[in-house]
């Protein structure tokens, strides 16, 4: 098959080292032009990766090159001004989560997508974890089959650690400066220290607001937050107690995160890797109790040595050739966006009380 063409605008910190590397090692695609702000560090991450065209601004590279999709790597504040322009290309792209900085940012987007009759995929690498894709598969079964109960809660727990696990060891940075980007407006429904507030949710806990869905198959909403962000409870529309453990304790050199699914009559558990740990998939553990005097069941199955940032980029080549879905579009991860606004209203009328 004829390769897919893509181009990327912006190799920095996180274009390099969860999507440029990825992407340059798959024979499907190939990555023929990237923009970049940095000059001298564009011509060094160009001749590592094979990158035969580099331009300084993003527009020349639209204006240029016939792409089948873009990677557009660049921080989240700034979302809502670019990505309209880059979606007039009329091609699929992906970006890093979350959407961007406000729900007014995101809906801009969506619509942006919309009028140029493309879709625009959302960096909800967990999703590509071998692990999650099983979990998934498991837990939806089990909702089907009902052989163990009914759905009862879904907790999901991400203490602060070494998330980049080695994961920025090889980067390319010759120290030239970046040039100071505009970002987006605020949204006008908040003051300035909700809005860090926000964006500092956002940044960090996005993935889990986003996986926590992704688990129960449904939508959910947020009822109940601490001051002291540790805890977020919600409930599904069909009525399961789901929660999110953000900060309940630190780790230095290492990174706990995982997700608990509870049937009546067993669970399945998801342990998921660093996010930037190389050829380390998450693990699954699953327990069954069928009961009427039939032996529980525990089962750990075996995994690949697959990462999900590297199967994140083979997902994206897939749905650009139509093969598949994207994994996450803009118009589910707009209500990320919504349910961080919740949680920090909620949270800020805590500590007002």
């Not at 873009?70 to 890093?96: D, K, N, S, W």
């Amino acid at each position: 098959m004829t390769k897919t063409r893509l181009g990327f605008i912006g190799t920095g910190t996180m274009g390099q080292a969860a999507h440029l590397r990825n992407y340059a090692s798959l024979a499907e695609c190939e990555v023929v032009a990237m923009a970049e702000l940095r000059a001298e560090t564009a011509s060094r991450v160009a001749s590592r990766y094979g990158v035969p065209h580099v331009y300084h601004d993003h527009r020349d590279m639209l204006a240029r090159e016939k792409l089948d999709g873009i990677v557009c790597i660049q921080p989240f504040t700034h979302h809502g001004q670019l990505l309209p322009e880059v979606l007039r290309a009329g091609v699929p792209i992906l970006t890093e989560k979350p959407l961007a900085a406000s729900v007014a940012m995101g809906e801009r987007i969506v619509q942006a997508a919309h009028d140029a009759r493309t879709w625009h995929m959302v960096g909800y690498h967990k999703r590509s974890d071998p692990a999650t894709i099983a979990a998934k598969a498991e837990i939806d079964r089990l909702k089907h089959t009902g052989e163990i109960g009914p759905l009862r809660y879904v907790r999901i727990t991400m203490p602060p650690g070494d998330w980049i696990a080695g994961g920025f060891n090889d980067l390319i940075n010759a120290g030239d400066a970046t040039p100071v980007l505009l970002d987006d407006p605020p949204p006008a429904d908040m003051d300035v220290d909700t809005f860090k507030d926000y964006v500092r949710f956002v940044n960090y806990y996005i993935h889990q607001v986003n996986l926590m869905r992704h688990m129960l198959g449904e939508a959910y909403r947020v009822v109940f937050v601490d001051s002291r962000d540790v805890l977020l409870v919600g409930e599904s529309a069909s009525g399961v107690t789901c929660t999110i453990e953000m900060a309940p304790y630190h780790t230095t050199v290492d990174w706990h995160e995982s997700v608990l699914v509870t049937f009546e009559r067993g669970f399945v558990r998801l342990d998921l890797p660093a996010p930037l740990a190389l050829n380390r998939a998450g693990r699954v553990e699953i327990f069954r109790d069928p009961g009427s005097g039939a032996p529980p069941e525990h089962i750990r199955p075996e995994l690949p040595a697959l990462h999900a940032m590297r199967q994140q980029a083979i997902h994206f080549v897939r749905a650009i050739r139509g093969e598949m879905p994207p994994m996450c579009d803009s118009v589910e991860a707009l209500e990320d966006l919504k349910l961080a606004r919740e949680y920090v209203r909620l949270k800020h009328k805590v500590r007002a009380s």
